[in-house]
C-alpha cells in the first residue's frame, strides 16, 4: 500500500484524478506529492453521495455510530507518527508538536464517540392535562466543511466527529496546503469501519469551485468553515442564500494581560507557549502581551532569554521547537508588521530576521497599539511587549479590537482573575494557562472571530435540530 494517499475519497472509494496539484514543503521548498484536484463534477458527486448517506447514518443506532468513531480514535492514536510526519512535511509543523496534534485531534474523536451515546431528549411538564411535550433531538443533514492549514488534523476532527456522532454526514475540503493529512485521516475511517459517504475528502487548488455546488444547494444544511474573517464572512453570506446552519472559527490576535501580582515565571513559560507554539500560526496564538509596569523589565527579560532558548530548524528533527511559516505571503506579512513596528520605535530584543522562510522568533518592547502587530493577526513568531498601568487600561487595550477569540491573563489575585476573565470580550480566556484547547470545552470566538462552537458539548449542538413532538392523549 502507497505510503499516504494523494486521491480523492468519494463515495467510500479512493479516485485518482487525472488533473493534480503539488504539495510543496516549505521547509525545504520541494513537492512532497501531487495530489488529485477537484473540480465541480468531483464536487457534485460527492454531494450526491453525501445526501444518500446521510439518511442511513442517521438511522444507525447511536451504538453503531459510535463503534466506528471509537476505532477511528484508536486507529488515529495508532498512526501517531505517520500523521506527525506528514504535517511536518506538508505545512512545517515541528515533529514534537505533529504529535501533541495528533493527540489532540484524536481526543475530539474519542470525546464525540463517547458524546453519540447521551444525545437525551427531554420531556416537558405541559400545562394540559392531556398533553404531553416530548424534545427530541435529531441530525441537522448533511454538512459541507472547510479547514485550514495551520491545524490539519485537529481542524479535521473538530468537525467530523461531533458531526458524525450526530449523524450527519460530511464532505471536507482540506486546505490545498494541507490535504494530505486529511486524506490520511479519511484512509483510517475506512479502515475504521466507516461507511461510504458518510465521509469524504475533496482535495482542490480551486476552493471557490468546489465549493459552490455545496453552498447553492438546499439539501446541504450545514456549513462549517475555520479560517480567515475575510473568506468566513463571504461564505456567511452566499450560505445564508439557502439558509443553512453555520458555524465559522474565524480569525483571534489575542491579547495577553500580566498583572503585577503573577507568578512571574509561570507568566513567562505560559506566554511563551501562547505565543510560539506552532510559530505563531495558531488562532489563538498570543498576539499582543501587555505587562504592568512594576514587573515589566523583570518580565521582558525573562521571556527574551526564553525565545533564544528556542531552536529553530528542520521540522522533521527532533529537537526542533520553530519551523517554517507556510509560505511567502506569511512571510511578507510578519516582516511587514516587525518593520511597521520598528518604524513606530519599538526596539528589537530577539531576532526579526528570516532565513529562507524561517523567521527567528522575535521580541519586539514598546509597540505602540496603534502598530499593525496589535491591529491584524501577525501569524508569525513575534511576540510584542507593552507595558501598561492598572486594570482599566488593560481591559482598554485588550477590548479595544474587533476579534473575540482567546484572551489571557496572569494573576495570583483571584478576585481580579475574575473581574478581569468576565470583563474581556473573549470566547476563551486562560487564566494563568497558555493552552486552554482541549476536547472537552467550548472553542470559538466573539465578534469578528466567528459564530458557534467546536468541542465539548456546545460542539456537539451545532450539529443537531431540535423536534418538538406534541402529544395528545
Ligand atoms: P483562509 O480563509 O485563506 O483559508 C481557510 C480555508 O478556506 C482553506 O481551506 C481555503 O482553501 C478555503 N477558502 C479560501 N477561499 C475560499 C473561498 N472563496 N471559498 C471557499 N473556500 C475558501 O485562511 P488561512 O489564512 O489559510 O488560515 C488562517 C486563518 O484561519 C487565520 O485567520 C486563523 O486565525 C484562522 N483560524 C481560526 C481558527 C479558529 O478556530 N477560530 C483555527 C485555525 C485557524
Request: with cysteine.
Amino acid at each position: 500500500m502507497q505510503e499516504f494517499p494523494t486521491d480523492a475519497f468519494i463515495a467510500g472509494r479512493w479516485r485518482p484524478l487525472s488533473r493534480r496539484f503539488p504539495v510543496v514543503s516549505p521547509a525545504t521548498g520541494e513537492a512532497v506529492a501531487e495530489v488529485a484536484d477537484c473540480g465541480e463534477a468531483e464536487a457534485r458527486e460527492a454531494l450526491e453521495e453525501a445526501v444518500r448517506a446521510q439518511k442511513a447514518w442517521a438511522q444507525a443506532t447511536a451504538y453503531e455510530r459510535a463503534g466506528v468513531l471509537r476505532r477511528w480514535f484508536e486507529l488515529i492514536l495508532a498512526h501517531e507518527e505517520p500523521l506527525a510526519r506528514l504535517m511536518a512535511l506538508e505545512m512545517g509543523k515541528p515533529l514534537k508538536e505533529g504529535r501533541g496534534e495528533v493527540r489532540y485531534a484524536a481526543g475530539f474523536v474519542e470525546w464525540y464517540a463517547e458524546e453519540a451515546k447521551r444525545v437525551y431528549g427531554e420531556t416537558v411538564p405541559s400545562q394540559f392535562p392531556h398533553k404531553r411535550i416530548l424534545v427530541r433531538y435529531e441530525p441537522v443533514g448533511p454538512v459541507y466543511g472547510i479547514t485550514p492549514w495551520n491545524f490539519p488534523a485537529a481542524m479535521v476532527t473538530r468537525k467530523v466527529a461531533p458531526a458524525l456522532a450526530a449523524g450527519c454526514s460530511f464532505v471536507l475540503k482540506p486546505a490545498e496546503e494541507s490535504p494530505l493529512t486529511a486524506l490520511y485521516l479519511a484512509r483510517l475511517f475506512q479502515e475504521a469501519g466507516g461507511p461510504p459517504g458518510v465521509f469524504q475528502v475533496l482535495p482542490t487548488s480551486d476552493p471557490e469551485a468546489v465549493s459552490r455546488p455545496f453552498l447553492e444547494d438546499e439539501r446541504i444544511r450545514k456549513l462549517t468553515f475555520t479560517g480567515s474573517t475575510e473568506v468566513g464572512l463571504k461564505l456567511y453570506q452566499e450560505a445564508a442564500r439557502t439558509l443553512k446552519r453555520v458555524s465559522l472559527e474565524l480569525g483571534g490576535g489575542a491579547p495577553v494581560l500580566v498583572f503585577r501580582d503573577a507568578d512571574l515565571e509561570r507568566a513567562v513559560a505560559e506566554t511563551l507557549r501562547a505565543k510560539f507554539r506552532n510559530a505563531g500560526e495558531s488562532c489563538v496564538a498570543a498576539n499582543r502581551i501587555f505587562v504592568e509596569a512594576p514587573i515589566a523589565e523583570a518580565f521582558a527579560r525573562a521571556y527574551a532569554e526564553g525565545v533564544r532558548a528556542l531552536k529553530v530548524g528542520d521540522p522533521l528533527a527532533e529537537e526542533t521547537d520553530i519551523g517554517p511559516l507556510v509560505n511567502e505571503a506569511a512571510l511578507r506579512k510578519v516582516r511587514a508588521h516587525v518593520e511597521d513596528a520598528l518604524a513606530r520605535g519599538a526596539s528589537l530584543v530577539a531576532g526579526g530576521e528570516a532565513k529562507g522562510l524561517f523567521f527567528l522568533p522575535t521580541v519586539l518592547l514598546d509597540v505602540k497599539p496603534e502598530s499593525l502587530l496589535f491591529r491584524e493577526e501577525t501569524f508569525g513568531p513575534v511576540a510584542p511587549l507593552t507595558v501598561f498601568q492598572g486594570e482599566e487600561e488593560a481591559l482598554r487595550y485588550a477590548n479595544a479590537f474587533p476579534v473575540g477569540l482567546a484572551a489571557y491573563v496572569f494573576t495570583r489575585d483571584l478576585s481580579r482573575a475574575f473581574r478581569v476573565a468576565e470583563a474581556l470580550e473573549y470566547g476563551i480566556v486562560g487564566v494563568n494557562d497558555g493552552v486552554p484547547s482541549t476536547p472537552q470545552a467550548p472553542f470559538g470566538g466573539m465578534k469578528r472571530s466567528g459564530l458557534g462552537r467546536e468541542g465539548g458539548r456546545w460542539g456537539l449542538e451545532e450539529y443537531l435540530e431540535v423536534k418538538y413532538v406534541s402529544l395528545g392523549l
